[in-house]
């Protein structure tokens, strides 16, 4: 249960990171030097500078801020909260198979 509290904490704070990172494109939209795509984070570092320690950190954060809820056996989430996920799924999936292809053709190669 610690170990799923501490998982939710995360994805709540990616989205809450993600939600700002996304007020700020719209505000720079305006402006008409681009902004620098150095400044994005990946969810893989996210997830690597982010550990679960930060309890401090943790703690002070709202879970409904992100539109997550936590019941006795269930996490509930707002489609929002939901489909970021999703996207976040199918970002860390796309860099998998990458790497799986990759390593496959590079075997292949050698072979």
Request: hydrophobic share 35%.
């Amino acid at each position: 249960k610690v170990e799923c509290e501490a998982l939710v904490k995360l994805i709540s704070q990616w989205i809450l990171k993600d939600r700002e990172d996304d007020r700020e494109v719209e505000d720079d939209a305006d402006k008409p030097e681009p902004k620098d795509s150095s400044g994005t984070v990946s969810p893989r570092s996210f997830w690597k500078n982010n550990s679960a320690s930060n309890d401090a950190k943790n703690k002070a954060m709202d879970l409904s801020d992100a539109g997550i809820q936590v019941g006795a056996t269930k996490v509930f989430l707002i489609q929002d909260t939901f489909d970021m996920i999703e996207r976040l799924r199918g970002q860390v999936t796309m860099i998998n198979a990458t790497k799986i292809s990759s390593l496959v053709r590079m075997y292949l190669t050698r072979k």
